[in-house]
């Protein structure tokens, strides 16, 4: 966990291991606001007293899962959830989405003053309860339903990957959906000297505490739940009728957590580029965990790893990549992103001007199935990788598999999609939840997030560890390997190129395709007057990217002497997701600058937000004014690509 002596020891070793591989190693340190649990009790007490909030029963599969001398890992608690001893009645509403609560109003069931339980699921935790602020709702109590995540997927540890009805899902409540990173230093780094606010006046800090509990102490609150039968849809898979409730059982919420700022410690490992020692390529990873994290994020650190130690053999050797890659395994990343939010923030002009692409490993396995979500600049990069590299499973690509798979929300996920191409696999947008963040949504850098998935009932509980991933994750360990072989295909591919491998077809395919999204929330006329022009511009784009494609395969015939047009073709690339950020950011979160993509509060990918939310509000002058902006960004664009010669 951040900013604990167990973090700073993980940190430490990551550190060495560099050293050791031959890179460039620092420590890039900040001091945050974190918390801490010091108390949480959560009990019925009418009509009878009913103790919940239990610990995770320890397993003798694992004797790690017992975590009882240590406090911080055994509490059921959510990070940043503010201090609070009361009563109230319970309500339950369902996954606590807008539509969740607009249906309990309608139903004439009061929120005002009632502690909310609500299932895990269909949304960032962080989201549910900024939408349950908005409705009056006084506190929440949040639990994973084994329809989503227990026996009703399969089997549950030790006898199948799914969680048992005792785990709980720790995790932070913050609305970094509105600016990420340290609270007190929203939008710009927190070095010891910088500005600091206070928390009261943080914009993602929780107004009402949130605690976690496991399936079966859920059960004890909903079977004595009165009132209504819940509306179709609500049920989960508990073994009686779901309530909504009544005034007749009211429970105690006691949390006291200790909020106090802190260091955090990333580790940066550096290959320096023999060529273009200054452009970067970066590869991206967090090494904090709830608790011992075996998927997340363990599984992509020790793939971190493993890809340093090659590529700083292949550099010792004399195979030195043309840029630099450069290795970021950040800090408190559970918390809000901070650590890497920190870290882009202070070093955001040169990001800008140096960056290709940032390619995050979150978690590099839990299962088989390869997934994806990525700016449409790097689909032909992904596409050529996903093909090149050996499916541990089959003997096939990688690409041959993911090709003929579904995508579906799993516990890490709040995805929306579209197909890359015609009968081609699925690329999922980037929304939020993730380190790339500040790189994609606040500096314009291409990025993509990646993993093996599978099924994983265990996340952010004590039972994610390494018993967990040899016994059902990844036995074996192939997968960690694949993923070890795609990120280091993709890596190289980024840093030795001639000409950079980003796609701006596929950014203009995708832009046209958004806009046409756009057409059932606009009225006819706007539509026709606002953003009818978008999709003019967007193709225009394309034919532009046509142009560039061609003429730049006639310079890879003879890369030498075409080197200056490559050079140049390669800093209109370089640019080109630049191009759709504005320096004021979005209307009321100025900090995501990403004209095309920023995450909804359920972390979901919202695209051409600016737009999208303004005609949410009905306000169609400020939809007007962000549908020129966005078409003055992609106008900006394919002039740098036209003017690219």
């Known amino acids: 966990m951040a900013g604990t002596p167990g973090n700073f020891r993980v940190s430490q070793y990551i550190f060495d291991r560099f050293r050791e591989y031959g890179l460039e190693a620092e420590f890039a340190e900040y001091e945050v606001l974190l918390a801490y649990p010091e108390e949480i009790r959560v009990e019925i007490v009418a009509p009878e007293r009913v103790v919940l909030a239990n610990p995770e029963p320890a397993d003798p599969l694992d004797p790690l899962t017992d975590v009882s001398r240590t406090p911080v890992a055994q509490l059921p608690w959510n990070a940043y959830s503010p201090d609070a001893d009361f009563e109230a009645p319970v309500v339950y509403a369902n996954h606590g989405r807008p539509e969740d609560f607009r249906q309990l109003e309608a139903l004439g069931v009061s929120l005002q003053g009632k502690i909310a339980l609500l299932r895990y699921f269909q949304g960032y935790r962080g989201g549910k309860s900024y939408e349950a602020e908005k409705h009056g709702v006084a506190g929440i109590l949040v639990y994973s339903d084994p329809m989503e995540d227990g026996y009703f997927q399969g089997d549950v540890w030790p006898d199948g990957p799914w969680g048992p009805p005792g785990h709980l899902q720790r995790g932070a409540n913050v609305y970094d959906f509105l600016v990420p990173g340290d609270p007190l230093t929203p939008g710009w780094p927190s070095t010891p000297e910088a500005k600091r606010i206070p928390p009261e006046e943080s914009r993602i800090l929780p107004k009402i505490p949130m605690v976690p509990l496991s399936a079966r102490d859920a059960a004890e609150v909903l079977r004595r739940l009165g009132g209504p039968a819940v509306p179709p849809g609500w049920q989960g898979a508990l073994p009686f009728t779901y309530h909504l409730g009544d005034d007749r059982l009211r429970v105690r919420l006691v949390n006291r957590q200790r909020r106090v700022r802190t260091k955090i410690r990333n580790v940066i490992g550096r290959i320096r580029g023999s060529e273009f020692p200054e452009e970067l390529v970066v590869l991206s990873n967090h090494h904090d965990a709830w608790v011992y994290g075996g998927v ?79 700016s449409p600049l790097l689909r032909r990069l992904i596409l050529e990788a996903a093909q090149a590299v050996e499916d541990p499973q ?252």
């Not at 340093?308 to 050797?317: H, P």
């Not at 002009?349 to 199935?369: E, F, P, Q, Y």
Request: proline letters at 6%; one cysteine or more; glycine letters at 8%.
């Open 296 to 374: 997340d994020p363990s599984s992509g650190t020790a793939t971190m790893l493993e890809l340093a130690r090659v590529l700083g053999a292949l550099a010792r050797e004399g195979y030195r990549p043309r840029r630099t890659l450069l290795f970021g395994n950040w800090d408190a990343e559970e918390y809000t992103l901070t650590g890497s939010t920190e870290w882009g923030e202070q070093y955001a002009d040169t990001l800008r001007r140096t960056a290709i692409a940032c390619l995050n490993v979150d978690a590099a396995a839990s299962g088989a199935d390869f997934s994806v979500s990525a």
């Open 394 to 645: 089959t003997s096939q690509p990688v690409y041959d598999r993911w090709a003929k798979s579904e995508s579906g929300a799993n516990v890490r996920s709040y995805v929306s999609g579209a197909r890359a191409e015609a009968g081609g696999p699925l690329i999922e947008r980037l929304g939020s939840g993730s380190d790339y963040t500040v790189f994609f949504n606040h500096l314009g850098i291409p990025s993509l997030d990646m993993l093996f998935d599978g099924p994983y009932g265990v996340y952010h509980s004590v039972y994610d560890g390494h018993v967990w991933m040899s016994r059902f994750g990844d036995p074996g360990f192939r997968f960690h390997a694949a993923m070890a072989r795609l990120w280091g295909v993709m890596a190289l591919r980024l840093a030795n190129a001639d000409l950079l491998p980003l796609d701006p077809r596929a950014e203009a395919e995708a832009l046209d395709s958004y806009v046409e999204e756009l057409r059932p929330e606009a009225p006819p006329e706007f539509f026709a007057r606002h953003l009818a022009p978008l999709q003019s511009e967007a193709r225009g784009l394309g034919r532009a990217a046509a142009r560039f494609d061609s003429r730049a395969r006639g310079w890879l015939r003879d890369p030498k002497a075409h080197r200056p047009a490559l050079a140049r073709a390669n800093r209109a690339l370089l640019q080109l997701e630049r191009d759709f950020t504005h320096p004021d950011g979005l209307p009321n979160r100025p900090w995501f600058k990403h004209l095309v993509y920023a995450p909804k509060p359920s972390y979901r990918a919202q695209v051409l937000p600016a737009i999208a939310e303004a005609l949410q509000r009905n306000d169609a002058a400020g939809a007007a004014e962000q549908a020129r902006r966005l078409r003055e960004a992609i106008r900006t664009a394919r002039k740098r690509l036209e003017e690219t010669r």
